[in-house]
């Protein structure tokens, strides 16, 4: 079963995020104060209206609560943002997101009742930094200051041995969790004696210090 999602603002981020939730097959409804940023999004997000989000009787008339997800994506008027927020949580929406552009906006949203603040240019000036600094890294997901999970891009290093024969999970304390192939298909927990092809990618589970070692291992 798919969800229904309201996303509110499209601006860069709000639209980029309803486009793709739309892809997937979602129900997506979006909502902006300016008519021409429902008019560039028809194709794209289909359902749009024009409302302003910080007035509850709009909202309340276009049964906001019965979306699965809320999204608040305005960014730059952090009144209308956070003015948004409670609005929604009055009229009871069941989980809101909100997008923050800094911390004590971010902070503010979290005490007005967002279940999810997000920070987008944040994140990706950190996803970015991760990529620049290591080019075999295809994907980097931060769970904590201390754990992350990585998408590795094998060298001519590994590419020929098995997870045996590198010892992984020994000798760097990172565990592989699942090897991506070349067709994009993926193997969930991929058998000890697998040998690495070129071109598969590693997805593995560590602490930070430990997937830098093996980093530098697989360089
Ligand atoms: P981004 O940073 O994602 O590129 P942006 O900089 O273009 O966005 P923002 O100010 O962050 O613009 O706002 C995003 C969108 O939110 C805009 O399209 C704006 O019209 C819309 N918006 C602002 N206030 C409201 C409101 N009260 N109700 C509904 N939409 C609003
Ligand atoms: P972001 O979208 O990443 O949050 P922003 O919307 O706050 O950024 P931008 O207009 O994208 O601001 O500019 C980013 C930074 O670049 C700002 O700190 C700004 O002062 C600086 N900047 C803009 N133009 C120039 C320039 N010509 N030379 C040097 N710095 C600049
Ligand atoms: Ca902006």
Known sequence: ???QYAVIGL????SSLAQSLTQEDNEVLGIDINEER???NREAVRHGVIADSTDEQAMKSLGIRNFDVVIVAIGD???ASI????VLKELGVKHIVAKALSKHHGLILSKVGADDVVYPERDMGQRIAQKL???SIIEFIKLSDEYSIEEVRISANITGKS???LDIRARFNVNVIAV????????ISPEPDYRLKEDDVLVVIGKNDDLKELEKFNA
């Not at 991506?180 to 193997?187: F, G, M, Q, T």
């Open 1 to 3: 079963m798919s969800k």
């Open 11 to 14: 601006g860069r981020f709000g």
């Open 38 to 40: 429902i008019e560039e």
């Open 77 to 79: 008027n952090m009144q």
């Open 83 to 86: 003015l948004s927020v409670v």
């Open 133 to 135: 600094m290591s080019p």
């Open 163 to 165: 997870l045996i024969e």
């Open 180 to 187: 991506r192939y070349s067709n994009n298909s993926v193997k």
